[in-house]
């Protein structure tokens, strides 16, 4: 062989190893897109990591987009001659946010919000999985073929990973065929109303379809979850009180038309179907989460019980329902208009005890946008509005601010809004920083002090609908990673949107 040709091959394994290490520094187009650091391999440093079992100094090493290493000290400098590292000082860094309840609307009613627009500002708040909820979006995700719909709406239009609940309504709930073929062709669980949703193909169910859906949700072990109100009043919301003689922009007569005892009258009725969920039951398997419970009193104490007895359920609430009150609700602004409703303060501090004691299991957003002329901003009438807050972006520093009057820690705000929530929707390489899980992290200051003014970047489709507006909080989200892609930093996204759809397998 020629001395050329030899030194040729003498130079193949210092070019290979060459190609390799540059493959981190210049990885695949794409990435260069999807996240605003080009590594593939690096670490993420800070004197305040929140891993399951501690709160350290230390680094998270991400290769591949997931967590390979979670280092206490410095030791872990020795080995990163070749690798980024990203030092973030003191803020903190911890699991991303888990949503479990949100409404996108797409497709369908885009104008109300849309992926693009709700994912961006879920990154923008440390939110890095979401999933979302089976109606308001058009057609209602009730089928396999409307849940393929909504999946090819999210394909490249996503910035955090979002998977999808389906519908649990009268039309399927005595079809487990049509049942079995949505949970197999990817959605996480089902969701269904026990009063007027306000869509009207997504109809209300009662206890004889929650059963059947129980049944069949047993066999994949995936949850059933629920809005617990049972309107007790056959004629609606509107002719529980007599409007002559009070007024619609007052919330108190908003409140009237939707006291506690509905959700008390859901409880009792959905209570008599979870025992089936117990070990040995019919249902066994299945579980049953109540969304966004407002009544801390009657209804929270009937939970209780049947969780003692052993029925399969779990319980979340609102931010909302953490920082207002019904009494401070100014007449007219019908930004605050939910369902359930907003209680007043007494109920607002039975339910942090209940949140700190464990009594509720989590938290979610229960984003639920529309376009802005549905609030009926100009008459501020409470009773015709659209009900709904928006708040997908500011869910962390919503429950940050006011949760520190309580106490919490930071392992009970990873506990709320991350592990738990990932183990409702079943993602079980999500929710906490250790070692196999995907890198999906949020790096936040909870010292530094904001407030929601004009000037305040916010990415919702609709800024102004939001009750949270005008608010002044505390902890400023500072980044955001999704499978390892530094997809928020210092106010920018990054140019393509590459999350992931999540389907069940």
Same mark, same amino acid.
């Given at each position: 062989m020629e001395s050329g040709k030899w030194r040729l091959v003498a130079l193949l394994p210092i070019l290979a190893s060459l190609i390799l290490l540059c493959s981190d520094f210049f990885p695949q187009a794409y990435r260069i897109k999807c996240s605003h650091i080009l590594q593939r391999h690096y670490w993420i440093a800070s004197s305040r990591i929140v891993t399951p079992n501690a709160l350290i100094s230390g680094a998270v090493e991400?290769?591949?987009?997931?967590?390979?290493?979670?280092? /206490?000290?410095?030791?872990?400098? %020795?080995? @990163?001659?070749?690798?980024?590292i990203i030092d973030y000082g003191e803020a903190v860094v911890m699991p991303g946010l888990v949503d479990v309840h949100a409404h996108l609307n797409d497709p369908g009613r885009t104008e109300w919000e849309g992926f693009p627009s709700? @994912? &961006?500002?879920?990154?923008?708040?440390?939110v890095t999985t979401l999933i979302d909820m089976p109606l308001n979006s058009f057609p209602s995700t009730v089928s396999e073929e409307t849940l393929k719909l909504k999946i090819k709406a999210a394909q490249g239009r996503i910035f955090v990973d979002v998977g999808f609940w389906g519908g649990l309504v009268p039309e399927n709930a005595f079809n487990s065929t049509a049942l079995e073929h949505l949970l197999e062709a990817g959605a996480l669980g089902l969701k269904s109303f026990m009063c007027p949703s306000g869509i009207n193909d997504f109809p209300m169910t009662n206890s004889s379809h929650i059963k059947e859906g129980l049944s069949v949700l047993a066999k994949y072990r995936r949850p059933l979850l629920v809005h617990a109100e049972i309107q007790q009043d056959p004629e609606g919301e509107l002719d529980m009180v007599d409007v002559g003689s009070?007024? #619609? &922009?007052?919330?108190?007569?908003?409140?009237?038309?939707? #006291?506690?005892?509905? /959700? /008390?009258?859901?409880?009792?009725e959905l209570l008599t179907v979870t025992k089936n969920t117990r070990a040995g039951g019919p249902a066994e398997g299945a579980h049953l989460h109540i969304v966004h419970l407002a009544d801390a009193r009657s209804s929270l104490e009937l939970i209780k019980e049947a969780r003692s007895s052993g029925d399969s359920i779990t319980v979340e609430t609102c931010p909302h329902y953490l920082a207002f009150s019904a009494e401070e609700i100014p007449d007219g602004d019908t930004r605050f208009k939910c369902a359930p409703p907003i209680r007043d303060t007494d109920n607002k501090e039975k339910l942090w005890a209940a949140l700190l004691d464990g009594n509720i299991d989590m938290l979610s957003s229960d984003h639920s946008p529309s376009a802005p002329e549905l609030k009926l901003f100009d008459e501020g009438d409470f009773l015709r509005a659209w009900g709904g807050i928006s708040s997908l972006q500011f869910?962390? #520093?919503? @429950?940050?601010?006011?949760? %520190?009057k309580h106490g919490i820690s930071l392992h009970q705000l990873v506990s709320w809004w991350s592990e738990k929530p990932a183990?409702?929707?079943?993602q079980h390489l999500k929710g906490a920083i250790a070692v196999r899980n995907y890198a999906d992290i949020v790096v936040w200051d909870p010292e530094v002090e904001f407030e929601l003014d004009d000037d305040h970047p916010v990415?919702?489709?609709? %800024?102004?609908?939001?009750?949270y507006m005008g608010s002044k909080l505390a902890g400023k989200v500072v980044a955001t990673y999704v499978r390892g892609n530094l997809v928020y930093q210092g106010g920018k996204h990054a140019p393509a949107a590459c999350g992931v759809p999540i389907l069940a397998t």
């Open positions: 991400v290769k591949g987009g997931k967590i390979v290493a979670v280092v /206490e000290g410095d030791d872990w400098r %020795r080995n @990163t001659w070749s690798y980024q709700g @994912t &961006r500002a879920a990154a923008a708040g440390g009070v007024s #619609p &922009r007052s919330y108190s007569t908003y409140l009237t038309t939707r #006291p506690a005892s509905w /959700e /008390e009258a859901a409880i009792r869910v962390l #520093p919503v @429950t940050w601010s006011y949760g %520190r183990k409702l929707a079943g990415y919702l489709k609709h %800024r102004n609908i939001s009750a």
